[in-house]
């Protein structure tokens, strides 16, 4: 009994996947498809996507929005769970709905070429403690296990060095936390456990960014270059518990990843349309099986490190921004807003032990933007924004090559991931 208790704590750990690597951050740039700088425009969520970008804002932003993901995965039917050819039935897809608040924030130091500090920040609606988790090998789907309910953050600084040529850097919330477990027994068989321990590991991130109409040009356009580090989660839960039989060991586990990536950006406009394109390539080779690894006595669990065997990615992103001038009333001007995207999934043929599951996706996007002349009669509009993203994922067939392989005889993924939200940009 406890040694399954002690598995069973192994689970139990805080989630930290990202939305911004998949959806992007923000209700403009989800609603371009996720792509990285629009000529001409800096935004305080660019931390993340191109932090070089805050080297061109002056004035202090704050943006304040809401964003909701709704899955619409298929289940996996019914599948063998073990080697003995047990039957078990996975009526859903098992990835949870949520939402959050997000809020971003970008602070000029300086005068005629400030360093400008930002911050993103992603809060949910309601947070999630694995108390609970799936057994090795069972079908999942890794990259949106858990993935609206949990917490993160970014924040940077960008640099105009000279006009039209700015530098930044930003930090993504990565976590490595131990946890040293007290167990005891009483009567009423009960248990407690207290985590002790927490603290992030930063990786640095840059980006360059050049602006052809502030360097001096006619033709406006902008490229630039984005290095984004990975992140996550990685845990250590320590016992030393005294029974019948005493029981000592660690396991670790890496609940949550998200990849490093080199991202290629640029922007241009035709009169009122722009258009932006990113090219990045997703580091998914350096990915680790989730699951416990460790020693429980000199029973061993898993196997240190194990590579998930995913392969690197490229990914394409286009997006269309239109300006629409309104007139002199309280409504200024539209920004009616496209975005398509492509992501093949990272995941190999799952034909033997393992089901990461996951498929190729197609994402299509549009949005909003509506600036507002400001109550404060100030120069600065109010601008309110809104987006809807619909990912379509690529049905796909895993058919195993022995029938008591977990998750034989095969089973079909695919389905729908929408996220919509809105945001108000406020400036002073």
């Not at 998949?22 to 403009?28: A, H, I, T």
């Not at 079908?139 to 309910?149: K, Q, W």
């Not at 050049?210 to 630039?224: E, I, K, W």
């Amino acid at each position: 009994m406890m040694l399954s208790l002690f598995v069973f704590l192994l689970s139990i750990s805080t989630s930290h996947a990202q939305l911004a690597p998949l959806f992007g951050l923000g209700p403009k740039s989800s609603a371009l498809g996720g792509t990285s700088i629009v000529v001409g425009d800096s935004s305080a969520f660019q931390v993340y996507a191109a932090p070089a970008a805050l080297g061109f804002i002056r004035n202090v932003e704050v943006h304040i929005g809401a964003q909701y993901f709704e899955p619409k995965l298929k289940p996996f039917g019914t599948v063998v769970l073990n080697s003995n050819g047990t039957l078990g039935e996975f009526k859903t897809a098992g990835v949870l709905p949520g939402g959050g608040n997000l809020l971003a924030i970008a602070i000029p130091i300086g005068k005629k070429r400030p360093i400008t500090f930002g911050g993103g920040f992603y809060l949910p609606f309601s947070t999630l403690i694995r108390v609970s988790g799936s057994p090795v090998n069972y079908p999942f789907y890794p990259l949106y296990s858990d993935i609206s309910r949990n917490f993160f953050f970014i924040i940077g600084m960008g640099y105009e060095a000279w006009d039209g040529i700015a530098f930044g850097l930003n930090f993504r919330s990565t976590t490595k936390s131990t946890a040293v477990y007290a167990l005891r027994a009483d009567n009423s068989v009960n248990y407690s456990a207290t985590a002790v321990e927490a603290k992030s590991k930063n990786r640095i991130s840059i980006s360059a960014l050049y602006d052809n109409v502030r360097r001096g040009g006619d033709f406006p356009y902008s490229v630039g270059f984005m290095y984004r580090a990975q992140a996550g989660l990685e845990t250590r839960i320590s016992a030393d518990v005294t029974a019948f039989v005493p029981i000592r060991g660690d396991l670790d586990s890496f609940p949550s990843y998200s990849p490093s990536e080199w991202a290629l950006m640029s922007s241009v406009a035709f009169g009122k349309l722009k258009t932006s394109l990113d090219f990045s390539w997703m580091k998914w080779s350096q990915y680790v099986s989730p699951y416990g690894t460790g020693n429980i006595n000199t029973y061993v669990i898993g196997s240190s490190r194990k590579e998930a065997q995913f392969k690197d990615v490229p990914v394409f992103r286009l997006g269309n921004e239109y300006e629409v001038s309104v007139g002199g009333g309280a409504l200024r001007k539209l920004f009616a807003r496209t975005g398509y995207f492509y992501y093949p999934s990272p995941v190999p043929d799952q034909t033997s032990d393992s089901n990461f599951v996951d498929n190729d996706r197609h994402g299509v996007s549009a949005g909003l933007g509506l600036h507002w002349k400001s109550p404060w009669e100030s120069e600065d509009d109010l601008v309110t924004d809104f987006f809807v993203q619909n990912v379509w994922l690529k049905s796909k067939q895993v058919t195993k090559v022995s029938a008591t392989t977990v998750g034989a005889p095969g089973y079909t993924s695919g389905g729908r991931l929408m996220l919509f939200g809105a945001g108000v940009k406020l400036k002073f």
